[in-house]
């Protein structure tokens, strides 16, 4: 049957570095900084709106740059890069003007997270570091042209995000609290002292969250489910304490805001539902907006724009093809195509990613999406169970090198957004407390029922994932032994109590929160060994594959080893790869390239598909 599937797709072109991506227009509105590699690795080069020459800026050999930004003064580029995937992140900057990148934290072990840029002060930023305490995030003011730090907001012992106003002072936070809840806490100059605004219970705790202040600093808007099942666009008034809903949905949380650059107000918003979806509120946009939906098949997303507000960079996602970037003029709602992230891809014939809905055993209703191999009868397929990771997270549609890579491959891919999964409101969401290996797994197991129906070969399928993912896949080893034909796991944790015990210290203040959805190991160490692979390696009977990066300060090392290590205790067959100079992930290339060929190899081997050469 592989003999009428298309022609393969090389790993290279599938988990390769994009040809060119993540455009950004300068404030101004002259230049176009993007993503392209430099010597095999990803750098930042910046071009003029105008003109289609561009020169390279940055000279990173190692990790490549994936996180950058303009500075309000369309001078300087920054961008974070970090260690071996250790997560200390640093932040960089650039004159484009003449002189040599600069460290603006050059501090060992310590991350820094960028809390706040805006137009009206083009030479400043506000970041956040545990410099002053590994555990706690401060926020700083950063002077770009002079590298000055200075301490502005020091945080309490529970802040685990700042959000300053339009005239960039630090005015709210968020707190957490021992039993799982979090406070939205306000002063109103950064003179006052600190006042609790509201409380998130901590069913509401991760589907509610503050967004940003309006221009006159008076309203606070929030994405908040109180009172409701989904995350919601609420501004708070900050006068009375009053409250108005600007937009919601009964099924799906507000997954995105569009905000004016100079009013602060929200102009649109989008629902992540079987496909994304934008629902205006400023009508002054209805003719852009119509206009852009319409313009290509897929997707739509504004990627940023000048200040101006003249001049949109618009990306276009699709299941069938690479991610299409545009720079729009809204003046003559003329688009002028800039790249494509990918542009090999186009030789390729790709599988269309086609959203999917099941109920659970306990009544639940299930999204996710199937991608099916192209060419062949669906009947009887091995198929490979892509699960995401967070789990606080979800899959969604549009192009996906993984399921694309699969599907070439001869094998479904099915992706699903079990219980725990955001984006379906906090009661989807709450379900997946303390169910990690649990209703979590049986969600997996119920997604394998409904594909059996719909053509899949029940001897032939594979579990695989990363960080929770991974997690999934080593369940599906040890509590399911019999379900699945092989496993494979990328950085996911062993056991729940090494896992809990090890994250980095900047995790301390949401750690209640997580136990109290997780387990405890202080308290339930016998609960969570239940929930643990690591205590139930016996129950392996088929092929495994596991893959660690040496630097992860999330998933540590350490949970991989420990079952690779029981394993080989008991002469169970394995294969597993240490990536020594990776994290949470893969980062470079030729890791990737590496991974993804030893996979396909297994694959091969236990499910029947066919592989590159």
């Known amino acids: 049957m592989t ?123 506000l970041i956040a570091l545990n410099l002053r305490n590994p555990q706690l995030h401060d926020v700083y003011h950063l002077r770009l042209s002079t590298g000055e730090l200075q ?43 600190w006042e609790k605004l509201l409380d998130w219970p901590m069913e509401d705790s991760l589907t509610s969250s503050p967004s940003h202040f309006s221009q006159d600093g008076q309203t606070l808007y929030l994405l908040e489910s109180r009172a409701a099942n ?36 929200v102009q649109a918003v989008a629902f992540a539902r079987a496909k994304e979806e934008w629902q205006l509120l400023d009508q002054s946009l209805a003719e852009d907006f119509s206009f852009l939906e319409h313009y ?58 086609e959203p999917i809905r099941f109920t659970s ?22 198929m490979v169970l892509n699960v995401h990771g967070g789990p606080w997270w979800r899959d969604t549609w549009g ?28 009661d989807f969401l709450n379900a997946g407390d ?16 409904w594909a059996v129906t719909q053509g899949v070969d029940r001897e032939k399928i594979a579990i695989y994932g990363g960080s929770y993912g991974g997690f ?24 729940l109590i090494t896992l809990i015990r090890s994250f980095p210290p900047y995790w301390a203040a949401m750690l209640d929160n997580f136990k109290k959805r997780v387990g405890d190991p202080e308290t339930e160490e016998e609960f969570l060994k239940s929930r643990s692979p690591l205590f139930k390696v016996d129950q392996i009977q088929i092929p495994m594959m596991i893959a660690q990066g040496a630097n992860d300060p999330r998933v540590t090392v350490q949970e991989a080893e420990q079952i690779v290590a029981a394993m080989q205790e008991k002469g169970i067959p394995h294969e597993y790869l240490l990536f020594e100079d990776e994290g949470h992930g893969l980062a470079k290339p030729q890791n990737r390239f590496r991974f993804y060929a030893a996979m396909e190899r297994f694959l091969e081997a236990h499910l029947g598909g066919r592989s590159q050469n």
């Not at 920054?78 to 071996?84: C, E, N, T």
């Not at 529970?158 to 339009?166: E, F, K, M, Q, R």
């Not at 890579?405 to 219980?419: D, K, T």
Request: glycine share 6%; with cysteine.
């Open 296 to 353: 290509r098949l897929g997707e739509w997303a504004l990627s940023n724009r000048d200040d101006a507000d003249k001049t949109w960079l618009v990306r276009y996602n699709r299941d069938i093809g690479p991610v299409e970037f545009y720079a729009y003029d809204r003046a003559t709602q003329t688009p002028t195509f800039l790249f494509v992230h990918q542009p090999a891809l186009n030789d390729y014939p790709l599988a269309p990613m």
């Open 434 to 449: 303390r169910e990690w290996a649990g209703k979590m797994h049986d969600d997996l197991l119920d997604a394998l029922d």
């Open 3 to 125: 003999e009428l599937l298309p022609p393969l797709i090389p790993r290279e072109v599938l988990f390769g570095n994009p040809e060119r991506t993540s455009p950004q227009i300068s404030p101004d509105g002259t230049q176009i900084a993007f993503l392209a590699p430099d010597q095999g690795v990803l750098n930042i080069w910046v071009r003029s709106l105008s003109d289609e020459s561009a020169r390279v800026i940055t000279q990173d050999r190692d990790r490549g740059i994936r996180l950058f930004f303009w500075a309000q003064d369309s001078r300087h580029l920054l961008y974070l890069q970090d260690r071996g995937g250790n997560e200390n992140w640093r932040l960089y900057g650039l004159d484009l003007t003449g002189g040599a990148v600069k460290d603006y934290t050059p501090y060992e072990d310590v991350q820094a997270q960028v809390i706040q840029r805006d137009k009206h002060f083009s030479d400043e930023l």
């Open 230 to 265: 989904t995350a919601r666009l609420v501004a708070l008034n900050l006068t009375d304490r009053s409250t108005e809903v600007l937009a919601e949905d009964p099924f799906y949380d507000v997954s995105r805001l569009l905000v004016h650059p100079d009013t602060y107000a």
């Open 399 to 426: 192009y996906h090198p993984e399921a694309q890579w699969l599907a070439n491959r001869g094998y479904a891919c099915l992706q699903v957004n079990y219980r725990g999964s955001t984006g379906y409101g906090k």
């Open 472 to 495: 999934a896949a080593l369940v599906g080893a040890t509590f399911t032994p019999d379900v699945f034909a092989c496993a494979i796991d990328m950085v996911g944790p062993s056991s």
């Open 151 to 193: 301490l502005i907001a020091e945080n309490p012992g529970n802040v685990l995000g700042w959000v300053a106003d339009a005239r960039f002072q630090v005015r709210a936070a968020v707190a957490a609290n021992p039993d799982g809840s979090m406070s939205l806490i306000y002063r109103e100059t950064p003179q006052a002292e």
């Open 361 to 382: 055993r306990d009544g639940l209703k299930i999204e996710g999406y199937m991608t099916w191999p192209l060419g062949v009868p669906r009947e009887n397929l091995p």
